[in-house]
């Protein structure tokens, strides 16, 4: 999250909600699709909800592979 809004105006918290019948399918969607697609060890791929204040992570991706470039293409593959 970062500090600053539209038109400079200071942020002080976000407040991300979700639903959760649509969005943890969808992330473990993302999360199997890139395990398979890249050959992976194992992934995760976390989105917080909630209040989230300036400077605080949002979205979590981690790949385990046997090669490190697979498992940043990878982690690369599932934020976008």
């Not at 969607?29 to 992934?43: D, K, M, N, P, V």
């Given at each position: 999250?970062?500090?600053?809004?539209a038109g400079g105006a200071v942020l002080?918290?976000?407040?991300?909600?979700?639903?959760?019948?649509?969005?943890?399918?969808?992330?473990?969607?993302?999360?199997?699709?890139?395990?398979?697609?890249?050959?992976?060890?194992?992934?995760i791929v976390v989105h917080r909800c909630?209040?989230?204040?300036?400077?605080?992570?949002?979205?979590?991706?981690?790949a385990a592979a046997a090669h490190r470039?697979?498992?940043?293409?990878?982690?690369?593959?599932?934020?976008?």
């Amino acid at each position: 999250v970062r500090p600053a809004g539209a038109g400079g105006a200071v942020l002080h918290q976000l407040y991300l909600d979700h639903h959760p019948a649509l969005t943890l399918p969808s992330l473990g969607a993302i999360a199997r699709e890139t395990q398979a697609r890249f050959a992976l060890l194992g992934t995760i791929v976390v989105h917080r909800c909630g209040a989230v204040g300036p400077g605080e992570p949002i979205v979590l991706a981690a790949a385990a592979a046997a090669h490190r470039r697979a498992a940043f293409q990878a982690v690369d593959h599932a934020m976008d």
